[in-house]
């Protein structure tokens, strides 16, 4: 599964991991993220995300 990048603080969104803090089960991909979900670090916004290897 693709990992995306949080390109104001550097968070790597890992959907293998999801985001317990926010309530996301492992195996979330990051196009299946509720619309309001933020970064958990920063609080930046999906649209400030980009694609990693």
């Known amino acids: 599964m693709q990992k995306y990048l949080c390109k104001p603080c550097g968070y790597i969104y890992n959907p293998e991991e999801g985001d317990e803090m926010s309530g996301i089960e492992p195996g979330t ?25």
């Open 29 to 53: 991909a990051f196009e299946d993220l509720p619309d309001d979900w933020v970064c958990p670090m920063c609080g930046a916004d999906k649209d400030m995300f980009e694609p990693v290897d």
